[in-house]
């Protein structure tokens, strides 16, 4: 009888023991399908993430391209000059060279430098041109005779030349910017000077001025205008 009781004990302590270790089986699976399942969503909202970033990274090249493409053609119209779509530069070419240490442009060259310009801002004030084209900064350059420092004066002073030809042109000067044109320029354009950082073959060719154009990032916000007086824009002091 005793080896009875002692075999009714046994196989009681297992079946009192079975029930638990099921449950807890089936405790850590849900919990490793619950962490399934929530990695499988964070992993999911993440890659939808990636995916618009690069959708609208995406988008905003296309468009870009496309701005580009606009005032590539509108520089067909202004033989000399170019439009570099990979560098986003538009070069004036021999229509706005400068005789060696001058800052000076001629009529006819401030002339042929609004007319472009004022097809221009038509471009970067209508639906592409307000969603990413940020500014314009029109860059001077010098050839590699002189000092640094003496070419650098120089290429600034013929960046502010371009704006000299827009803002207070001679009184010679057939084709001058409206004035709700030069507003444009004035909320658009940056002035920059570059030495002969970025010399071309000839000293002829160095000595010119170039257009370059900045665009708004994907979630870039666009900054409100300035405060200042309108309509006063003063004679060029160079």
Not at 74 to 103: L, Q, W, Y
Request: aromatic share 8%.
């Amino acid at each position: 009888m005793t080896g009875k009781i002692f075999i009714l004990g046994r196989r009681s302590k297992e079946e009192g023991e079975k029930p638990f270790w099921i449950s807890f089986a089936d405790l850590m699976t849900a919990l490793m399908v619950m962490f399934l399942l929530v990695m499988s969503v964070a992993l999911l909202a993440v890659t939808n993430e990636i995916s618009e970033a690069d959708r609208n990274k995406a988008i905003r090249e296309q468009e870009i391209d496309m701005l580009l493409a606009k005032i590539e053609k509108a520089a067909e119209n202004h033989p000399g000059i170019s439009v570099d779509k990979n560098r986003a530069v538009i070069d004036f070419g021999d229509r706005a060279r400068f005789e060696t240490g001058s800052s000076q442009l001629s009529s006819v060259q401030a002339q042929y430098l609004s007319q472009f310009v004022s097809e221009m801002l038509v471009i970067a004030h209508d639906e592409l041109g307000s969603k990413w084209l940020k500014r314009i900064v029109a860059e001077g350059y010098a050839d590699q005779r002189g000092d640094y420092l003496l070419n650098l004066n120089l290429s600034l002073q013929r960046s502010q030349r371009v704006l000299c030809a827009l803002l207070s042109p001679a009184p010679t000067q057939a084709d001058r910017l409206n004035p709700a044109e030069k507003e444009q320029v004035r909320d658009l354009f940056l002035v920059g000077g570059y030495s002969f950082n970025s010399a071309k073959e000839s000293l002829e060719e160095s000595r010119r001025i170039e257009l370059r154009m900045e665009f708004f990032g994907v979630d870039e916000v666009h900054p409100a205008l300035n405060e200042i007086p309108r309509g006063n824009f003063g004679t060029c002091r160079i």
